[in-house]
């Protein structure tokens, strides 16, 4: 007998822990009701209708409207939030029971996305479209700046080499890369376009630095050859042979000099 007792007491200890209460509307407490939980009062059939897509949901009776969109997430896709239902033309909020409003089984609800929402999902659209775009052109840049990279490379390979580069190619590569430049400047970029955009920019820079500074060696290099030209030329121009890779030309004899001396007494 005291196993039973204490059997029953259990019993009861456990029913009371699984019992969940709520107030509805109008101050009544209840016990809350799970949807998908058999126990918890006759199935109805609600047909929802989103444009044009219809949709049969079964769902407790004494579900709320919260419940139903939480069912009409996983079957259209949109969040809870994101809805909003209509029920005999009039908008319906989450805390509101089904039955309690004279939802019955083979009901009609109108479903239609928040306009808020819609807005947002394309405004997002857009972003995601102007990013992509942002990317491409980035990425055409980029390809261009890659070229022209190689003609950098070239120029630098010739003047270590001792080669002498007209001041024009100078000038004519940093025109092209600053019209790559602009472009990017054109640009408008958000999150990792824009980072992509940042750094091309501070490549490009640093390949106009570099010409800056080959044209500064290849200046300096043709400088010292057309001083060391010069000094030769002076030389040359001198008088007497002095300094002149010329032979000098002879003194005349100093014997001359003593030709014509008068005999004193």
């Given at each position: 007998?005291?196993k039973?007792?204490?059997?029953?007491?259990?019993?009861?200890?456990?029913?009371?822990?699984?019992?969940?209460?709520?107030?509805?509307?109008?101050?009544?407490l209840?016990?809350k009701m799970?949807?998908?939980?058999?126990?918890?009062?006759?199935?109805?059939?609600?047909?929802?209708?989103?444009?044009?897509?219809?949709?049969?949901?079964?769902v407790?009776?004494?579900?709320?409207?919260g419940?139903l969109?939480?069912?009409?997430?996983?079957?259209?896709?949109?969040?809870?939030?994101?809805?909003?239902?209509?029920?005999?033309?009039?908008?319906?909020?989450?805390?509101?029971?089904?039955?309690?409003?004279?939802?019955?089984?083979?009901?009609?609800?109108?479903?239609?996305?928040?306009?808020?929402s819609?807005?947002?999902?394309?405004?997002e659209?857009?972003?995601?479209?102007?990013?992509?775009?942002?990317?491409?052109a980035?990425?055409?840049?980029?390809?261009?700046?890659?070229?022209?990279?190689?003609?950098?490379?070239?120029?630098?390979?010739?003047i270590?080499?001792?080669?002498?580069?007209?001041?024009?190619e100078?000038?004519?590569?940093?025109?092209?890369?600053?019209?790559?430049?602009l472009?990017?400047?054109?640009?408008?970029?958000?999150?990792?376009?824009?980072?992509?955009?940042?750094?091309?920019?501070?490549?490009?820079?640093?390949?106009?630095?570099t010409?800056?500074?080959?044209?500064?060696?290849?200046?300096?290099?043709?400088?010292?050859?057309s001083?060391?030209?010069?000094?030769?030329?002076?030389?040359?121009?001198?008088?007497?042979?002095?300094?002149?890779?010329?032979?000098?030309?002879?003194l005349?004899?100093?014997?001359?000099?003593?030709?014509?001396?008068?005999?004193?007494?």
């Amino acid at each position: 007998m005291k196993k039973s007792t204490s059997k029953s007491t259990e019993t009861r200890e456990s029913n009371y822990r699984e019992i969940h209460w709520e107030l509805r509307p109008g101050g009544m407490l209840v016990q809350k009701m799970d949807v998908g939980d058999g126990s918890s009062g006759p199935m109805i059939k609600i047909k929802v209708s989103h444009g044009l897509c219809h949709y049969d949901i079964a769902v407790p009776a004494q579900s709320t409207f919260g419940d139903l969109k939480k069912v009409l997430a996983h079957e259209t896709g949109l969040e809870s939030k994101e809805q909003r239902l209509l029920f005999k033309g009039k908008e319906k909020e989450n805390d509101e029971y089904l039955h309690m409003v004279g939802v019955k089984d083979m009901s009609k609800v109108i479903l239609f996305e928040d306009p808020a929402s819609k807005e947002r999902k394309l405004e997002e659209m857009k972003r995601n479209q102007d990013t992509l775009k942002a990317y491409e052109a980035v990425a055409r840049v980029r390809a261009e700046v890659d070229k022209l990279c190689e003609k950098v490379v070239a120029l630098e390979t010739n003047i270590r080499s001792g080669t002498k580069i007209a001041e024009k190619e100078f000038s004519v590569l940093t025109e092209l890369l600053m019209i790559q430049l602009l472009k990017l400047d054109s640009i408008e970029a958000d999150g990792q376009a824009k980072v992509q955009r940042k750094i091309e920019v501070r490549r490009i820079q640093s390949f106009v630095d570099t010409l800056e500074n080959l044209k500064a060696r290849n200046s300096k290099s043709f400088s010292h050859n057309s001083n060391a030209v010069s000094v030769t030329t002076k030389w040359e121009t001198f008088a007497s042979g002095v300094g002149s890779l010329s032979s000098p030309v002879p003194l005349q004899s100093a014997t001359k000099l003593t030709q014509d001396w008068e005999l004193f007494d």
